[in-house]
């Protein structure tokens, strides 16, 4: 087995056991030590939160298809289809998705006597 490979299996179980809080990472850090191996930092694991790519600009547009709606409205609609995100996190989310559509142009939002609506801009 070539050094390269039983390194790159050190690091991996390294971070396999700081991820997952397994025993036995000051025995593999030592031989990692041992065989002079720089330890990079790990990172926690990714965040079970975070939406697919798009994910959350097309909740938005699927909500808005309906007609116009407030913020609210909008959250109330992505907020079940996102079990995963805190209501406050659901608010944030659709508010920062709604602004990126603002400016980008596919929606707009008008003041009107029922508060702020949002609404999709024809094409």
Known sequence: MQDKTID???LALRKQNIRGGGAGLDHVETLLQ???VDMPRVFPAKRK???RKGQ???LVLAALRGGPKTALEVTAYVAP???ELS???AKKRTAQALSK???RGVVENDFGPDGCLW???CP
């Open 8 to 10: 790159n299996a050190l």
């Open 34 to 36: 041992m065989r002079g």
């Open 119 to 121: 609404k999709l801009v």
């Open 81 to 83: 289809r996102r079990p």
């Open 87 to 89: 209501p406050e996190a």
């Open 49 to 51: 939160d975070v939406a």
């Open 56 to 58: 959350m600009t097309a």
């Open 101 to 103: 559509l603002k400016m």
